[in-house]
Each structure stands twice: as structure tokens, then as C-alpha cells.
């Protein structure tokens, strides 16, 4: 089994920042990419930013030049980093990993359970 375990997030005041992390643990042979997505209420689950295998970045255009994605290879961990925070990045943010649990598996994704990010004055 794998389990993905989301942290850092909170109440943030427009403007201000705030670092998200996700763990990746378990049964873990390989991964391919990991992603954060976020779902705000009534809207569907929209990717946030992604890195690759190769430490490649895509972002939501939403995000650009505000949000950085980073990852920890040998932790098995992606890292959020959110600044200058809008009232509309309020969501929960979702933590996502494409891997493969032994050689001989098909690649799968999982997903965490979730972090709420609230920015508000």
C-alpha cells in the first residue's frame, strides 16, 4: 500500500504565503510524477502544478510566477510553495503520486487525503 500524507496547510491572510508538504510512503518502487490539485466548493478538482521524473515543472496559469513546485527525490516528498496568496486560491489542495508499487506493476495514481487552505482577512 501506499499512503500519501499532506501538511501545511491553514488560514493565510491575502498576500501572505504558506508551504505545503506531501510525503509518499509505503510500497514504492518507482515514481513518475507528483502533483498538487486543488477542488474549491461546488467547482470540480483542477491541477495546481506538477513535476516530472526529470524535475520538469507545468503550472496552472493561475499559479504562474506565484506558486513553485519542488521535490525531494530521496524523501519521496513534493513541496508546495505558495506566495502571494489570493481569497480565490482558497481550496483544498490534494496531493497526487503517478508510480509503480514493484517492477512488474502498471503505473497508478494515488491520492492524499487532502490540506484546506483558506485565504482570508
Known amino acids: 500500500q501506499v499512503q500519501l500524507v499532506e501538511s501545511g496547510g491553514g488560514l493565510v491572510q491575502p498576500g501572505g504565503s504558506l508551504r505545503l508538504s506531501c510525503a509518499a510512503s509505503?510500497?514504492?518502487?518507482?515514481?513518475?510524477?507528483m502533483a498538487w490539485y486543488r477542488q474549491a466548493p461546488g467547482k470540480q478538482r483542477d491541477l495546481v502544478a506538477n513535476?516530472?521524473?526529470?524535475?520538469?515543472?507545468n503550472y496552472n496559469d493561475s499559479v504562474k510566477g506565484r506558486f513553485t513546485i519542488s521535490r525531494d527525490t530521496a524523501k519521496n516528498t513534493v513541496y508546495l510553495q505558495m506566495n502571494s496568496l489570493k481569497p480565490e486560491d482558497t481550496a483544498v489542495y490534494y496531493c497526487?503520486?503517478?508510480?509503480?508499487?514493484?517492477?512488474?506493476?502498471?503505473?497508478?495514481?494515488?491520492w492524499g487525503r487532502g490540506t484546506q487552505v483558506t485565504v482570508s482577512s
Open positions: 497526487n503520486a503517478d508510480l509503480k508499487t514493484a517492477r512488474w506493476a502498471s503505473r497508478e495514481d494515488f
Open positions: 509505503g510500497s514504492i518502487f518507482s515514481i513518475y510524477s
Open positions: 513535476i516530472n521524473s526529470d524535475s520538469s515543472t
